[in-house]
């Protein structure tokens, strides 16, 4: 591997090893995200829409900008297009296959892409290593290596495919086609759906995503060469099972982990679900401290859970990425919330250290009680007779200042619980407020207030008890486009500040997005 | 102490010591929760309804039955009642005061009280010692030790006073008036508001709740004293930031958790959060050694969350109580969440045990692929080509059952990805039914499983990703009406039956309703 004093893009171009990376040198794998044609093999007759993937390519708009072939032996028309009676009958070329097909079909749907000179095949068809069959596992590798030897890439079986809101390109429901930053590369197709719709629905763009099971040709190490030289990805995050080819995964985490922030789940990391793992997607899975130990060594961000992956890249894009420090500072209201938070804060490896007698000076004239609550955590309801802070914006702004200004302070945790559409709901008054509305004021008071600050700023959203949770959405999304998190609780708030401190004090230097 | 070879009964008897707790004696607090009268004194008029507590009390009825009298200044009509001028002027007896007037009248509002003969005082009042002043500080234990020196009990300061179901005395909306077996203490009203209506309208239902503040008289300990002995109460829970006489609480704990399981969460037990407990009801808090070492000597549950203390309690009050070892038998659908599942079980100390060889070839039976998904996790999708579990209970059924007969199980975490009002409004498909009656659908069917089985069933929710979350508290609800708990997440369930096997394990013996 190259020395550290490189410069990280001359690495980084050597280290692709393969003439690619460099400017003006598509990666090689870059032509899977743009096919100019689709045949979906095996496309349902039966469903109205043609099934999820046809659907969804239908809903993002993918067909009218290019050729979108149903293929289904009745011929006919399927979700409003004329399908074909076999691929071979598309009129036009086709880069990228999405077989639905039976497991006993795919060699047959080999030898036709072979035919037709297809770019791509994904099998979202499943039944073969998975299953723990050696007789699947064989029709696996000999189908795949026979697409692999005419020059066919395959990504699965047994997954979703790719998602690419660049080319209106997606594997289920209406996900935003605007394209972002994040690759997200993922065993799971379930999680990668999910990520997908959480993270955009909150305001976060793909680059792309791929979804790719069993990973039986293209897999995890592929996927991270290509991130680390796409132009358009500036942050990685991947959902793994099992590696299949330990070295290579090790190069391609620590190139893509070295110019581009990566963050890993790793699944199957107890005895458990490692059994899981190879259940699911054939996948052999390794130790938790190996897999810590290569994490570390190549710079890359390790997460446990699907939660933590979002709360991180939410951490990363936002105004939180720039935190120096442990010390919190806290407004909020409710005293029970405050001393719960602190212990959460604290036991995240956070501090919540006392503000300086100056700091708890100016905001003694701000609260009707001169008192302890000003020591940090800051009581924010004020709701004495100076009125409420929630209610007057221009008093949470002065308190806001005041801590942030505090040498101790290298971020700001802000929880308000009387948010109108929560208090009302409890409280069983009638609120004649739109509470969509609220919440958008809510957010655009919160992105105000960090425009004014130094130290980043973050939102602890209080826990719903019943209702619509659509206003919530609406104050996350409305934060997160003026560059501040929404967490979903002072644990996960803490716990992701924490994580990002950690990565970033054993790694020599960052990547340029920080 | 007593020895543990004596009859529970006798020793609660005697160590109540002061002559209470035995069966036609009632215990001298209970006076505090059967109140003929009550009057808020200093109830708002600007308010329509009189401000929270007159507004809660008609709300669930307290007026209905008992004379309930607003007092302000001016008189008038408040709320829909006759106010009175001041306390005196009440026409009838006044056993307990709810004091809403500012800190400044409250010494003149314990004379009145002396005067009219009230029993009970409860201060909502704050501004007292939690406010770190010392001149505010010596106030406090002025009006409070005047008044209990004239025979009458304080609750508070700086607290919401008494939720008592079965009297109609509620502080906060409109709880549920029907009662139950649950005793709750906090110091937080927040808290204390927050547990009845998650809890309560999962269907969890209270003897009394006590929102106790500032504890200037009436503490945890002669809560947890009371709660041992009233015959209503089977189980209590404790939010806790303060401790005033260390002996007195070890006692009380050690005598309510002997004889009904008893559920602690104290706050400030990190250096930050003993500094806002502080701030928040004056409490001087001690360090997690000494607190945890108290519990496990006590026999009680110490929890680290409000999240925490809900899942133990629905824990404790369903099927899942009688979990008797670490085996859980997972049937979920979705590949990557069964690997998440399995290492979060797997994490919180408990165990997915691979199953035997003989359900797995039962299992195979019910499953379109022979393979490794029926070794614990078990795919429980069964989307092939013999339709879905989901759809089809019978099929569900069956597996569960089987999974259920293997002696490595000894608790079943279920947990269906294809809950129809999810997964429509993430797919973007129309769903036709009726959102609310497919969650009770799924309730009744879980319900109808464990009635089935001997070892006890737990579903396991997904996380919701938009939209009214009012089915998946229709489902928590009617499951949990068939004595099955619903927990939000595969971490919590795991963790919330770790707690409890861990705290039976460290006991001798167990409370009856265990």
Known sequence: MAGSDEEPGAVAAREAGDGTGAAGHPHPLDRIFHPRAIAVVGTPSGDAHGGNFLRSLRATGYDREHALYPVNPRGGVIGGLPAYPSLLDCPGPVDHVISQVPASAVPGLVEQCVEKGVRTLHLFTAGFSETGDPERARAERSAVSRAVSAGIRVIGPNCMGIYVPGERISFTGEPPTEPGNLFLLSQSGVNAAD????????????????????????????????????????????????????????????????????????????????????????????????????????????????????????????????????????????????????????????????????????????????????????????????????????????????????????????????????????????????????????????????????????????????????????????????????????ERAARSVAQLLAWRARRDGLPDIL
């Open 195 to 490: 990520t997908i719709f959480r993270l955009g629905s909150v305001g976060l763009r793909f680059s792309k995503v791929v979804s790719y099971g069993n990973g039986a040709d293209l897999t995890a190490h592929d996927f991270l060469d290509y991130a680390a030289s796409d132009p358009q990805t500036e942050l990685v995050a991947a959902y793994i099972e099992g590696v299949s080819d330990g070295p290579a995964f090790a190069r391609a985490l620590r190139r893509c982990a070295r110019e581009k922030p990566t963050v890993i789940l790793k699944g199957g990391l107890t005895g458990a679900g490692a059994r899981a793992a190879n259940s699911h997607t054939g996948s052999l899975a390794g130790s938790t401290q190996v897999f810590e130990a290569l994490c570390r060594q190549a710079g890359a961000l390790r997460v446990e859970s699907m939660a933590e992956l979002r709360d991180v890249l939410l951490t990363l894009t936002t105004s939180a990425r720039r935190v120096r420090g442990p010390g919190v500072g806290v407004l909020s209201s409710g005293g029970g919330f405050a001393v719960l938070s602190s212990d959460a804060i604290a036991r995240a490896g956070l501090e919540v250290p006392e503000l300086p007698q100056e700091t708890r000076r100016a905001l003694s004239q701000l609260v009707p009680v001169a008192g302890t609550s000003v020591r940090n955590p800051v009581d924010a309801s004020f709701d004495g007779s100076q009125g409420r802070a929630e209610g007057d914006p221009d008093l949470l702004r002065r308190a806001v200042s005041e801590v942030a200004r505090a040498s101790v302070t290298d971020v700001i945790f802000l929880s308000t619980s009387r948010v109108p559409w929560l208090t009302d709901s409890a409280s069983g008054a009638e609120d004649e407020r739109d509470p969509y509305r609220s919440a958008r004021e809510l957010g655009e008071q919160v992105a105000a207030l960090q425009r004014d600050l130094e130290v980043p700023l973050a939102y602890i959203q209080r826990e719903r008890i019943w209702g619509d949770i659509g206003p919530d959405l609406e104050l996350a999304r409305t934060a997160y486009s003026g560059g501040v998190a929404v967490y979903e609780s002072i």
